[in-house]
């Protein structure tokens, strides 16, 4: 992995003052989940926009975040705007966080809940909709690491997985983003520290970068993992799984029975199927030949469209399961170059969106989608040294990802109680300047 020197640089007294005079970005290096650092450092504010139904005093007590006294600095507000229906009303909006927003810490977070838009009535539309550009203009201009999400809901308790993962150090790449969450009521695991004790996960391309990290997060989460990556990949994928205590599995997505032999090494059922395999072959259409075009097809797209179906119509997805595929920023935005990567990226959330209605009614399971922007990997570090620098400052926290920050939005979408969201394509981009 190329090494972040910028950031390094910007931290320093010296760079720090040089980039300034520049008017360069000004990087502050991310508060990310340890087992020394598991929530924010600090207070919470709860605000109010408007007379709102939400019984949400005892979801944010269980944060294990203090309520702020009036003044002083906080890691993070939560804003209640689902009552806004009106343009009058988001004047509530300004007039709470106003106040507050200078005195929220580094690293911390503002999450703005809404309501979902009312199609019979367009003025609680136009009223909601404009809390996304809110949303999303405040987290390009608050800087210092500090993100800013809307969550749309109608059941606090039916969010709370959501918004313990928002108001916490696990969110430090994700930002900007609009979060539709419904009132599926919420599952309590067992184990609230590890919340996937008892089930088993398939993390496809796992040997390394991305998909390493989520099986290493599922494990932590207590899953009893399957590092699944191709048979030249065999002996870091089994390396990995002892160190889990889970197993290997040497199988290529795009084999035409990939998903029987995926099937015949669960016996016992899989509960989380996350595909996360991918590769790239970027060329632009002009130069690209039906291989670089066919290849990409097949391992980002067709190969999630037939294993799902081969687990989910086999039974080996258990009732109440998940699934979590990989999109990209570059299949929501466009990326010159990347036609086929992404086209195949593209058809990943479109899968998610058709199926998840459809997954969950019959089975009970979640489908869902991460998109990751630029995240600090193998893949990442093969991209020319300029447009890997572009690609790391064009986002509001001014950094790449790390694998960490994929991990941890998958463990998310994932957690027993995080039924409530469905058909949702979260980017963790730190908010990139390519696309919404
Ligand atoms: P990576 O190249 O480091 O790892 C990909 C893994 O997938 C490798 O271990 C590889 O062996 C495995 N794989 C490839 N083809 C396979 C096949 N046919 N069958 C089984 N395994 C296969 O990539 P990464 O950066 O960790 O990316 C992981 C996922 O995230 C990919 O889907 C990628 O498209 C997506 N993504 C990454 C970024 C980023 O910035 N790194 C950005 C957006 C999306």
Not at 331 to 350: D, E, F, I, M, P
Request: hydrophobic share 45%; glycine share 12%; proline share 6%.
């Amino acid at each position: 992995m190329a090494a972040d020197r910028y950031l390094s640089f910007t931290g320093t007294a010296p760079g720090r003052f040089l980039t300034r005079r520049l008017g360069l970005p000004q990087p502050t290096p991310l508060c990310r989940w340890s087992e020394q650092q598991p929530r924010l450092d600090g207070t919470l504010r709860h605000l109010t926009a408007g007379a709102s139904g939400l019984d949400l005093a005892p979801v944010l007590a269980r944060t294990g975040l203090t309520p702020a006294p009036d003044g002083g600095p906080v890691a993070a507000v939560v804003l209640d705007a689902t009552a806004v229906r009106d343009v009058d009303a988001l004047d509530g909006v300004h007039a709470a966080l106003h106040p507050v927003v200078g005195s929220v810490a580094p690293s911390g977070r503002i999450v703005v809940l809404g309501a979902p838009l009312d199609p019979a009535d367009h003025h609680q539309a136009a009223a909601q909709q404009a809390l996304e550009g809110f949303t999303r203009s405040l987290g390009k201009e608050i800087g210092r690491g500090r993100t800013v999400n809307l969550v749309r809901l109608t059941d606090a308790h039916a969010a709370e997985s959501t918004l313990r993962f928002l108001l916490s150090p696990k969110s430090a790449y994700v930002s900007g983003q609009v979060i539709g969450v419904d009132a599926t009521p919420a599952a309590t695991p067992d184990d609230r520290d590890r919340p996937l004790t008892g089930r088993t996960a398939l993390v496809t391309g796992a040997a390394r970068g991305i998909g390493a990290a989520v099986a290493g997060t599922l494990a932590r989460d207590g899953a009893r993992v399957v590092v699944l990556d191709v048979p030249s990949a065999e002996e870091d994928a089994r390396r990995l799984a002892d160190r889990l205590g889970g197993s290997a599995l040497a199988v290529d997505v795009t084999a035409a029975d990939a998903g029987e032999r995926i099937a015949a090494a669960l016996p016992g059922g899989l509960d989380v199927l996350v595909h996360n395999a991918g590769i790239t072959r970027d060329r632009r259409l002009v130069n690209m030949d039906a291989e670089r075009w066919s290849s990409v097809l097949d391992v980002n797209l067709a190969s999630v469209l037939r294993t799902t179906d081969a687990l989910l119509e086999g039974g080996t997805l258990r009732p109440g399961g998940r699934i979590v595929a990989t999109a990209s920023i570059a299949g929501l935005a466009g990326n010159a170059g990347q036609t086929n990567y992404g086209a195949s990226k593209a058809g990943v959330a479109g899968l998610v969106r058709a199926l998840a209605p459809r997954a969950r009614d019959a089975h009970g399971i979640t489908v869902n989608a991460v998109a990751p922007g630029f995240i600090e990997t193998r893949m990442t570090a093969a991209v020319p040294l300029f447009i890997r620098e572009a690609g790391r400052r064009m986002n509001s926290l001014a950094q790449g990802g790390q694998p960490q920050d994929v991990a941890e939005t998958v463990a998310w979408l994932a957690h027993p109680a995080s039924g409530a969201v469905n058909g949702q394509v979260v980017r963790v981009c730190g908010q990139s300047l390519l696309g919404a």
